[in-house]
């Protein structure tokens, strides 16, 4: 007896080591789909805004490099957050994620922007602060900057070498080859909607720039001088820092800096300017992006018919839901906004974070 069972015990031991074998075997010679699920998915690298800010900026100012910069009051993110936030790591995975606190924000303007420093700590809240940091990543650093409760769908690399942009690793020396194209600095931001004449239809929810982009000295500029001449008091922040005051700055942009060296010439002296010189012979522009891009869903009256299964406060929100009745395989579409509004206006409006547990 002792003897069938140690011969029945080989047999199996046999067989699976046979299944093992050519299960491996099929492993190495079955080719992969490149769109199927990966269970231990690779993400960007996750630095400290301690570490970037050690970092010597870089003077390459004509690559895109591959940072993606997000932000919160601490590092303890909702659930939801860390969930879309890990598909921006998962679909850019060989590029750095830096989470930047109201803490690192506050280095940030010390560091580099010390004329900011007094108009910074008077803003009216934590969220005019944040939405002034955002053009302060862009500016020195470049990269994407994008709100937490964005989901990425595709890859940014595909998307700015539509743009003749190259995307590169962040280095303080040159980041490109002799033989890499050069398209000049580049600032980029998304439409949302159908009605480019919506005030807050370019949202900051979303932007990417090469570094040193002079663009992103003009929101810090505009917010300012509205606490000079008295006019801070009187704006929401929306029109002081959010995307009614970004659409007034392309605008102004478009209209009085596009075309040659007015811009240089407007920040010649300027210190924070400084720092990427020099710039010669090196052309600028803003890229705003079309709607299916980055915005697919818009919160505005144009969205009203997916409201309930793409905003995230609503009961009924359902993001795959969401993505396919927008069509965002098909468009195609490189990320979407579900529209948390989660800020009021000394910190977190709790009823909103209720949305951003998981179910």
């Not at 570490?51 to 004509?62: K, N, T």
């Not at 939801?80 to 998962?90: L, Q």
């Not at 650093?141 to 890859?155: H, K, Q």
């Amino acid at each position: 007896m002792a003897a069938s069972s140690n011969t029945m015990r080989q047999a199996i031991l046999t067989v699976l080591a046979i299944c093992i074998f050519i299960s491996l075997i099929r492993y190495q010679v079955t080719p992969r789909s490149s769109h199927a699920a990966d269970p231990y998915p690779q993400l960007a690298r996750q630095i400290s805004a301690k570490e970037l800010l050690a970092r010597p900026i870089s003077h390459d100012v004509e690559f895109m490099p591959k940072l993606l910069h997000q932000s919160w009051s601490d590092y303890d993110l909702p659930p939801k957050f860390k969930g879309w936030s890990g598909t921006c790591r998962e679909k850019n995975s060989d590029w750095e994620w830096v989470l930047w606190t109201d803490e690192d924000n506050l280095a940030l303007v010390e560091q580099y922007f010390p004329w900011f420093v007094e108009t910074f700590k008077a803003l009216p809240g934590p969220i005019s602060r944040a939405d002034a940091s955002r053009s302060m990543y862009m500016y020195i650093y470049g990269g994407v900057y994008a709100d937490l409760d964005v989901e990425c769908l595709r890859p940014y690399d595909e998307l700015f070498a539509l743009y003749n942009v190259t995307t590169v690793p962040y280095s303080s020396h040159r980041m490109g080859g002799a033989n890499t194209a050069l398209s000049g600095r580049k600032a980029f931001f998304g439409r949302m909607g159908a009605d480019p004449g919506h005030h807050e239809s370019i949202p900051n929810a979303w932007m990417a720039a090469t570094p040193g982009h002079p663009f992103h000295l003009l929101p810090l500029e505009s917010v300012q001088q509205s606490y000079k001449d008295g006019s801070a008091a009187g704006k929401g922040t929306e029109v002081l820092t959010g995307p009614g005051a970004l659409m007034d700055c392309i605008i102004n942009y478009r209209k009085q800096y596009e075309e040659g060296k007015l811009l240089e010439e407007h920040w010649k002296d300027h210190a924070t300017e400084k720092l990427f010189k020099p710039q010669r012979g090196k052309k600028h522009s803003v890229e705003v992006l079309p709607f299916w891009f980055i915005f697919p869903y818009s919160w505005a009256r144009d969205g009203e018919m997916y409201r309930d299964l793409c905003w995230v406060t609503e009961p009924r929100f359902n993001a795959t839901r969401c993505k396919l009745v927008l069509g965002t395989e098909y468009w195609p579409s490189y990320t979407i906004t579900y529209w948390s509004h989660s800020w009021a206006a000394e910190g977190h409006d709790e009823n909103k974070m209720k949305s951003l547990v998981d179910d």
